[in-house]
């Protein structure tokens, strides 16, 4: 047996209800390394181009990376991947939680679903044995109560469950898949393929870890992490405060968006931070298996809400998604919209950003009070934004045209609204700035899985703290100095292109971006050691970056099989514009500037600098000659 | 102070006597690492180009890595840069032995040399003090009379010299320079432009290692290299053969260049063997700084001719071209030619290649008795080819021709002789078979230094020994199966772009290649963990991999900014003809199949496919952007 995986890849047709196995040789492994590339071997081999999205002929893949179960931080995280109902692109997303090494410690490295189950069911994994089980009684259920009756079922409460609520069952386009109530496969709308395909969850329970080749190394390391991951300001600040740390000071200099991007400073700021959670309604910090940070939030209430600590609390995208994004200053609002999402299978910033924009057309007259399902939709609304919630998870009235998406909303709505849709490929923009995080707006206009924060969420324009330790991780990939800082230029492009490749590898491999990123806690050298001690190739940071890109490559290839081109590389219209008032007044992207940049960023990636094709050399050089031969199918490769 | 390496470049005005001295900081350091890419950095930004080689304006670069000089085994190796008088393109050539260390303890990193002196002089490094001291007592003298005269001059027997001897002086364009008698910066004649600027040797002595940041890492590597090394089958045979341990292989598997490339096998190859060498003029093995394996031969003999140990014993590279590739038989006359070749300062390779194709060019009539200073220069007449060596190192009657290089030479003789010789850009092909190593020829033919056997000297075609070892190695940078053999293809083209960068952070860094190429005994991680170690920096293989490309491009930019292209890069005529017999019978290489491939390779490295002018975005990537724009005012540097 091959170490650190099953070698085992579970295959579920759910229209026959055949289950098979695929095995892969131990290159193979080392080439894909689980997670997203393995994801995108089989869309690239199994799934023929211009399948409908919630079409039967759809896959849907639950990936672990080669490393994830072992008992180290960082390690527990899996990637969901399909074609994206949002944005007819690649989905690919992560999560944290329990849900990966469960499914590994069960016997399989992947789950890849296809077809779809006359009636509701759901997929039950129990050391090696397969079921598909009927979930009748589940549907309609929110993802907490499923998860409890498929515990009481089976008669295990150790099970783990993967799964969505109403808003997946109704095909909400940017559905979640949920795990533990509160650790979300969360952007690209997997849920809602999910639901198309009649699967209520999945349910994974394992008591077989895979041996791993040196455990004593991962021991040390795992310790060493625990003994010293908080001598890291940046970990530090996630454990006291968890990712919303960043919200106020973001704020303060201009980095938040607000009211729909309509500017970058909330005057409320406090009153939505950290800070403040920790001294109102905070009940805990809570980690993913094997961690020793904790940055996950535990939050109740009682008042204006109801907020069910089951479900966890907000992270910073969700705070400034619900808060200063739709202009809430109410953090028990902003909660409850949280946990709304949690149970009903909702990606937290594709929910508030769908309502901001709806409140900002209801501001401008393009939306009236009547067309809102009679709330009075103005940011800074609380109440109103928290029925939105279950009005986009149930699509009643405008939550039902909400729930396509804001692209597929605006262009319904008509009458102008396009212009508040602040969206990239049908995906709707994470909270992050591009106008000030020069590089951020590169990564929203070409990440293949469309607008897209984790690629670089940490542009070096945004170093708020533990800056050296930055410059050391980024020494290592041999970027040595200081760059400027908001600005998109050649040196920057450089960075992007070597940091993309760095956070692409880590969501390959499924490594929490938390404990490696450049303000973390590994060292380049301790991810080295851990996955060499995890599989027993002795690797290199070499080998690993290419896998990432690898990934990036693969990605591209799909999304160029399925008919996009480098033209759709673009930004929504508004980050054109200068940022009216607050620290960074007047920041703005340049078109001409930007257009340059997107060249020298395909260039960069060996495409063609104008279709993003990718070069046929460039895909040999990434062991991907069979990618360029399946593209050559449908279009010219470029030699 | 930083680690590892001094922070300071000695430059010597040899016209007007003056010295001076260059200061980088880390980051720059850290960006080229010393060796080659510091060679190329001063050859692109205080070199115009068209400078005649043999001009006073040419620059002549003694360069160590910044890692040389620690005591581990294969830190001992420095590096000459200029533009070679052969090729008029790039050339860099690495030697190890005594002299890099000693003139990183003596205070300097590397010493850039332009003008010309007015009379014969030497200079001389003593811990930092810089004198230009007279040579005309030394100017005629060979290497070795050359070395004791200085080092009695200057009292001091411990005094590394490196310098030339008459060939150098003659400007024989294949002359070498020659350290300690016996290890040679061989290759693309840097010893003819160190005779152009009447520089006849540098002397250095030094007391001053510069720190390194981890001592202890260092000697626990260096005492494992120590331990372990013999472990290795590859390293036992260099102790116990040198690297002539692959001749006979070479010649019983089709491998081995014979009588000019002719054939590929060779009857007599038992003769001039490196089990022969052990049982008859064998001394004893030794070896350079700091290093274990003692792969250098010392050979003596009293007849047919009086061999002196003080100059070493032949190599592989010499035993070949000496040897097979002149079809002589005997081991002595082989030793003695390599003895004058280290005397006189010429390359082997190019000097037996030269004898070799005037030895085809006599047997062809092209050539008569008289042409050839009157001796019977047929193949396999030793005492003909050792009188020829001597002839060549004085310029004397077809000497004076072959002196010139075999590309000028057949110019020169005209009649039907350019057919015979075997060089690409005008440097002699070394002793490796393109015809059945398929990678081989993409090296020589694009190697910006000219035919290079160097950079990929292990193609997978030829894995003797230690396959396994080989591919743990190779998969550290991801090449995961094992290649076909004897072929051109897709996947071997990756390998080699990876190699190829691999062969080339070596030499930037002036590591031996004997330590680290796929075979040997370090792996990948020891290394970047002793280059760690060295300077404090946390570095990475993707660090180092992207210094090997850098030095690839830096060498590329400087070709074309001299008029190279792609049209350039091509064989010798005679490998597109298949070998005539022997266990290689019809191998030859396929002019259709090679112009594909050079065409994926310059794809592969980002370079246009048909100038091979790199594409802007792979300068920027590289951090080279003002290489960019340093081409761009002379050439278009494509977007």
Request: with cysteine; hydrophobic share 40%.
């Amino acid at each position: 047996m091959p170490y650190a995986y099953n070698g085992k890849i579970l295959k579920v047709d759910l229209s026959t209800g055949k289950t098979s196995v695929d095995e892969f040789d131990e290159n193979w492994y080392r080439t894909y390394w689980g997670g997203s590339c393995l994801g995108a071997w089989y869309m690239l081999n199994e799934q023929r181009p211009g399948v409908d999205p919630f079409s039967p002929e759809n896959l849907l893949i639950f990936a672990t990376g080669v490393p994830t179960g072992i008992p180290a931080p960082g390690f527990a995280r899996h990637s969901i991947i399909t074609k994206s109902a949002a944005s007819n692109a690649i989905a690919d997303t992560e999560a944290g939680g329990f849900f990966g090494p469960e499914l590994k410690f069960a016997g399989y490295d992947a789950v890849v679903i296809k077809g779809k189950a006359e009636k509701p069911v759901y997929l039950w994994i129990n050391d090696g044995k397969v079921e598909i089980r009927d979930a009748g009684a589940l549907w309609g259920k929110s993802t907490g109560e499923a998860q409890a009756l498929i515990r009481e079922e089976l008669g295990d409460r150790r099970i783990r469950v993967a799964g969505i609520g109403p808003a997946g069952e109704n095909l909400v386009r940017f559905a979640c898949v949920i795990n533990e109530l509160k650790h979300a496969n969360g952007r690209t709308g997997t849920g809602a393929i999910m639901g198309s395909k009649n699967l209520k969850a999945i349910a994974a329970r394992g008591h077989n870890q895979p041996p791993t080749a040196d455990g004593k190394t991962i021991r040390d390391l795992a310790k060493w992490f625990a003994d010293h991951c908080m001598e890291n300001p940046a970990n530090r600040g996630l454990r006291i405060y968890g990712t919303g740390e960043i919200l106020a000071p973001y704020s303060k200099d201009g980095l938040l968006p607000t009211r729909n991007f309509q500017t970058s400073t909330f005057e409320h700021a406090e009153e939505i931070s950290a800070e403040k959670m920790n001294e109102t309604i905070l009940v805990e910090g809570e980690g993913c298996y094997a961690c020793a940070v904790r940055c996950k939030r535990v939050v109740k209430a009682d008042e204006p809400f109801q907020v069910d600590p089951a479900y966890g609390g907000p992270e910073y995208e969700t705070m400034a998604a619900f808060g200063s994004n739709c202009g809430v200053s109410d953090l028990v609002a902003v909660s409850k919209a949280n946990e709304l999402s949690n149970k009903y299978s909702l990606d937290t910033i594709s929910t508030g950003s769908a309502i901001a924009f709806a409140m900002e057309c209801y501001e401008n007259g393009i939306l009236s009070q009547q067309d809102c399902n009679g709330l009075d939709l103005r940011f800074g609304n609380g109440a109103a934004m928290v029925q939105m919630v279950e009005d986009i998870a149930h699509r009643r009235g405008l939550g039902d045209v909400l729930a396509e998406g804001v692209k597929r909303a605006a262009e319904k709505i008509g009458r102008g609204a396009e212009k508040f849709a602040i969206h990239w490929r049908g995906v709707e923009v994470p909270m992050h700035e591009p106008r000030v995080k020069g590089m951020l707006g590169i990564s929203y206009a070409t990440a293949p899985i469309g607008a897209d924060h984790v690629v670089v969420e940490h542009d070096t324009d945004f170093d708020f703290n533990a800056p050296q330790v930055f410059m050391d991780q980024a020494r290592s990939l041999g970027i040595l100095c200081r760059l400027p800082t908001h600005t998109i230029d050649e040196d920057k492009l450089r960075m992007y292109y070597y940091l993309e490749q760095h956070f692409s590898f880590i969501d390959t491999l499924d490594i929490c971006v938390f404990t490696l990123a450049p303000v973390r806690a590994y060292t380049m050298d301790q991810v080295v050691d851990l996955v060499s001690a995890a599989t027993g190739w002795e690797c290199s940071l070499h080998e690993i970056m290419k896998a990432g890109e690898r990934r990036v490559n693969m990605f591209q290839a799909f999304n160029i099989r399925e008919g996009f081109r480098g033209k759709d590389d673009w930004l929504p219209q508004r980050f054109f514009e200068p940022i009216p008032n607050g620290p960074r007044a007047g920041y703005k992207v340049d078109p001409e500037q930007f257009r340059k940049a997107l060249r020298l960023y395909r260039r960069m990636h060996n495409w063609d600098p104008e279709t993003a094709i990718p070069y046929r050399a460039k895909l040999v050089e990434l062991d991907l000659a069979w990618v360029a031969d399946e593209l050559a199918k449908y279009t010219e490769v470029p030699e």
